[in-house]
């Protein structure tokens, strides 16, 4: 997210142009817009919250020695036997992903409540209870 806005006491919005640092806030020309709206506030905040829980976090290469204090671990299956993901394009299309495949690893499986996932991701057992469920297999 490259937001450079926020909410202060539900009743005043921020936001502008400047980059939160020394320079940003100190050496460059930006523009500061600062409301003193609770409804303006609110409605930022509630779509502030949208962005933030659909976000994926940021995955951080194997082996790499200077891994982000937050480094992303992959979900597991729920159950062992269930390592299929399912996931649903920018389309709307419904397509699982099956080990070693293509794309099975760049899948991020989060906010799972046992086989469903946050933005319509789900575990499945086997392709054909995947395609029973109307998902189509990933293309190669």
Not at 35 to 55: G, H, M, N, T
Request: hydrophobic share 35%; with cysteine.
């Amino acid at each position: 997210m490259h937001l450079k806005a926020y909410a202060i006491d539900g009743a005043l919005l921020r936001t502008g142009s400047a980059n939160l640092s020394p320079s940003g806030l100190k050496q460059q020309d930006n523009d500061l817009i600062i409301l003193r709206d609770p409804v303006a506030a609110a409605k930022f905040e509630v779509r502030f919250a949208e962005i933030y829980s659909a976000a994926e976090p940021m995955r951080v290469e194997e082996g790499k020695e200077s891994a982000a204090p937050h480094s992303f671990v992959p979900a597991a299956p729920p159950d062992p036997a269930c390592p299929i993901k399912g996931n649903v394009n920018r389309k709307g299309e419904r397509i699982y992903h099956e080990p070693g495949g293509r794309d099975y690893e760049s899948v991020v499986m989060k906010n799972c409540d046992h086989d469903i996932c946050a933005n319509g991701k789900r575990w499945f057992c086997s392709a054909a209870e995947a395609e029973a469920a109307g998902w189509r297999r990933a293309q190669h």
